[in-house]
């Protein structure tokens, strides 16, 4: 079992950036992949990113993409979200995701184990 935080997340102007962070407790965090998903008001929620337990594999979606960087430190059982040019359609709740490997973090349904979620909200 592992819980997650998040953390991080404001009101920004577009254009901006902010840095999200998921400590994890519990055992084993290093032996995780971990993502971050996102769920804006009345759509469903989307995957953005995650990384491999050792944090040599990344993967991103399209939509993000050379604006957002996923990264980890093993040592702090943290997982962290840089975005930068923020845009409005980033607007969302951001959730942390932890799962057995990329390839189940990556789907949909990401892995088992949720945090709560931190809002961002970009304005115009």
């Known amino acids: 079992q592992v819980q997650l935080v998040e953390s991080g997340g404001g009101l920004v102007q577009a254009g901006g950036s902010l840095r999200l962070s998921c400590a994890a407790s519990?055992?084993?965090?290093?032996?995780?992949?971990m993502g971050w998903f996102r769920q804006a008001p009345g759509k469903e929620r989307e995957f953005v990113a995650c990384?491999?337990?050792?944090?040599?594999?990344?993967y991103y979606a399209d939509s993000v993409k050379g604006r957002f960087t996923i990264s980890r430190d093993n040592a702090k059982n943290t997982v962290y979200l840089q975005m930068n040019n923020l845009k409005p359609e980033d607007t969302a709740v951001y959730y942390c995701?932890?799962?057995?490997?990329?390839?189940?973090?990556?789907?949909?349904?990401?892995?088992?184990?949720w945090g709560q979620g931190t809002q961002v909200t970009v304005s115009s």
């Open positions: 995701n932890a799962g057995p490997n990329t390839m189940v973090v990556r789907t949909p349904r990401g892995g088992d184990y």
């Open positions: 519990g055992r084993a965090f290093s032996t995780y992949a």
């Open positions: 990384i491999n337990w050792i944090g040599g594999s990344t």
